[in-house]
Every structure is written in C-alpha cells, then in structure tokens.
C-alpha cells in the first residue's frame, strides 16, 4: 500500500515497483495490463530501468520492429557503456532468446556483469541460467556417450559381422580345398582303375596270344607227328621192296614175282 501511495504520488521508483508487483502477482492480483500502465508512467518520468522493461515486454509480445530494433540497439550500448540495468535486460533476453538469438552464454556474461554492478535480481537470474546450462551439458555428455556407446556397439557388431564373414570365407575355402582334394583322389583313383584294368586287358591279351601260339605248336606239332606216322609203312614199304621185291601187297603185280 505504502508503494502504490507513493506511485500515486508520482514517484517512479515506486511506479517502477508497483508495475513488478502487478506483473508478477506479489501482493496484488496478477495483471499485465496495469503492470504495462505503472510502467509507462515510470518510463515517461525518465526511469530508464522502467523503459528497457517496457523494451523486454513489447519484443517479448510482439517482435521486433523498427522502433523496438532502434531502442534494442541502444540498451546495446548502454550495456557496454556499464550500464547495470541495461546489462541486466540484456542478459535476460539472451536468457529468453527475446530480440536476440537464445544464447546462455551471452546471457550468464552480461547478467554477471549487472551482478557485479549491484544488480540483485541478476544474480538469482545468473543462477537460474548456469542450472539450465548444466542441464544442457548433462543432457550433451549423456547424448555423447549414448553416441559413443552406440558408436562402440556398432563397430564390435561390424568386427563380428567382418569376423564371421571371414570365418565363413575360410571355412568355404576349407570346404573347396577339402572337395577339390577329394575330387583329386576321385581322379587319381578312377585313373589307376583304369589303368589296372588296361594292364589287365594287356595281360589277357598276352596270355591269349601266347596260348594261341602253344595252341599253334601244338597243332603244328600233332601235324608233324600225323605225318610222320603216315609216312613210316611207305618207307618201311620201300626199304622192304628195295630189299625184297616180292614181299608186300604190290609183289603180286610184279611179273617177276609171279
């Protein structure tokens, strides 16, 4: 009550105040309406804090524009000049990504500054900023090392994929070498067949032929023997004519004889 007393009274400070109070419900209803009232009052009384409020809350609503882009340009440089409150709205909104691209860093960098500067609020703002930034990492090194380790599952599933290739690759190999092997032995086995069974056709024909050839002097010889027997009584016939020629069967037909 004291503070709206004084805000009445046209006090900026306490207009700047009041407007915290409505926008952020501490002590009165919550209402953004009358937060955005108390601050352009603050605002036109020249309280610069009020102003670069009344900056955050109209990019935050709507956007950037060219008037917004022109103040935004100059809380830039009244940060870098040191100034805290301006150092402060600037880290903020780096905090939020309002007008500016999201940047935790930048924000924790100016809100530190504004602390150093004697600005409270910067401090609990810093705060909330480095536990987000410490999410983030956590929730970076996790993702890495979920990365990593899927990373390392799939290289030992490649390695095991390569390995039981080349294992398959050998034992086909082995299987190839064993069936070529055994193949040749097939081979080498069917070749001496056949070449027992043509020394053993040889060895028929041998033995045929040279049992024809005994068959031959057999014959050859019976012949000989045949002919000898039928050639005795005729020599014996003769000698006994020559010796006597009245004796044997043709004596009859010898003159001589008779």
């Known amino acids: 009550r004291f503070q709206i007393k004084l805000a009445e009274q046209g006090n900026s400070e ?31 009384q020249g309280h610069k804090k009020a102003g670069y409020k009344l900056l955050y809350m109209e990019i935050q609503s709507r956007g950037l524009n060219d008037y917004s882009k022109s103040q935004l340009a100059s809380l830039r440089q009244e940060a870098a000049a040191g100034n805290a409150d301006a150092q402060y709205f600037l880290g903020k909104m780096y ?38 930034l410490a999410r983030i990492r956590e929730k970076e090194a996790r993702k890495r090392a979920a990365a990593l380790e899927a990373s390392r599952k799939q290289k030992e599933a490649e390695e095991k994929a390569k390995a039981e290739k080349q294992k398959a690759l050998r034992d086909k190999q082995k299987q190839q070498a064993a069936s070529k092997g055994k193949a ?25 032929e040279k049992a024809r050839l005994e068959r031959a002097q057999r014959e050859k010889a019976r012949s000989a023997a045949t002919a000898e027997t039928a050639q005795q009584p005729k020599t014996e016939e003769k000698e006994a004519f020559e010796s006597d020629p009245c004796k044997g069967k043709s004596a009859r037909f010898l003159s001589t004889c008779r």
Do not use: C
Not at 118 to 125: Q, R, T, Y
């Open 184 to 208: 040749e032995r097939e081979a080498e086995a069917n070749r001496l067949a056949r070449e027992r069974q043509r020394i053993e056709r040889e060895k028929a024909a041998i033995a045929a």
């Open 14 to 44: 306490a207009q700047y105040k009041v407007g915290e109070m409505y926008e952020l419900g501490k002590g009165v209803a919550k209402n953004r309406e009358i937060a955005l009232t108390w601050y352009e009052k603050s605002a036109q």
């Open 95 to 132: 905090a939020a990504g309002i007008g500016v691209p999201k940047s935790l860093d930048n924000a924790l960098t100016w809100l530190n500054k504004a602390t150093f500067n004697g600005i409270p609020e910067a401090e609990h703002e810093a705060i909330a900023v480095e536990e987000e």
